[in-house]
């Protein structure tokens, strides 16, 4: 079956470490999205990708990096200059093509810092 | 720029009673809309979304919407629900024309009590 696969689906993080978040997806989709989950407060869109070899910062960019090498795979670095990194985290694709479809989500990957 | 309003952010109901899900946007261009289901420490999971046509949309499972363009509402009801309809709902709003990112409510808790 096509999906999006997140892992690790939990992840523990130290003060001053950088952490990879993974993201492939089977879908053919050309758009891949990062969102981020605080309780009470929604979605908010970390990067987006809508070609290989090309992304966008979303509204909270800000601490994060991504990279978009192959069109299956987006990962997400939370780097030691997000000073509050702990929530959960959401990748998702969309076929551009169709352009309305929705989106496809992920199971998720829990961030916690220690 | 497009922003979407969820006006309750938990509505507890008996399992049996209706429910309705309010939801309101606001957009300078037309938009899709769209509402995402989300279980608990899971992903979202596109529940039903209005592109065009006919303002009342449904999904498989009982749930059903209807876009009214004059109050920019698009408003989630159920007739009667079940405890398995418990979770979190996302309503969502896109860009028609060009844009692609999709802009999240904050959600709103449906807690179904026996």
């Known amino acids: 079956d096509g999906g999006i696969t997140q892992s690790p689906k939990y992840l523990f993080r130290k003060e001053g470490q950088n952490v990879t978040l993974s993201c492939e997806q089977n879908l053919n989709h050309d758009a891949m999205y990062w969102y981020r989950q605080d309780p009470g407060q929604g979605l908010r869109l970390i990067y987006y990708?809508?070609?290989?070899?090309?992304?966008q910062k979303g509204d909270i960019a800000e601490g994060y990096s991504v990279s978009r090498e192959k069109k299956e795979s987006f990962p997400l670095t939370v780097t030691s200059a997000q000073k509050n990194p702990t929530a959960f985290y959401l990748c998702?694709?969309?076929?551009?093509?169709?352009?309305?479809?929705?989106?496809?989500f992920g199971s998720g990957t829990r961030l916690t810092v220690v | 720029a497009q922003s979407v309003t969820q006006l309750d952010s938990q509505v507890p109901v008996f399992e049996e009673a209706p429910v309705e899900l309010r939801c309101n946007y606001s957009s300078s261009v037309s938009v899709y809309l769209f509402w995402y289901v989300q279980y608990p420490n899971q992903g979202l999971q596109l529940l039903l979304k209005?592109?065009?046509?006919?303002?009342l949309v449904e999904s498989i499972n009982g749930f059903e919407a209807e876009f009214n363009k004059s109050q920019t509402s698009f408003h989630l009801r159920k007739p009667s629900v079940h405890i398995s309809d418990t979770a979190e709902y996302f309503c969502a709003v896109r860009p028609n024309t060009g844009g692609f990112k999709t802009i999240f409510g904050a959600g709103t808790r449906l807690f179904v009590k026996a």
């Open positions: 209005y592109l065009s046509g006919s303002t």
């Open positions: 990708s809508q070609i290989v070899n090309d992304f």
């Open positions: 998702a694709s969309s076929d551009q093509k169709e352009g309305w479809g929705g989106y496809t």
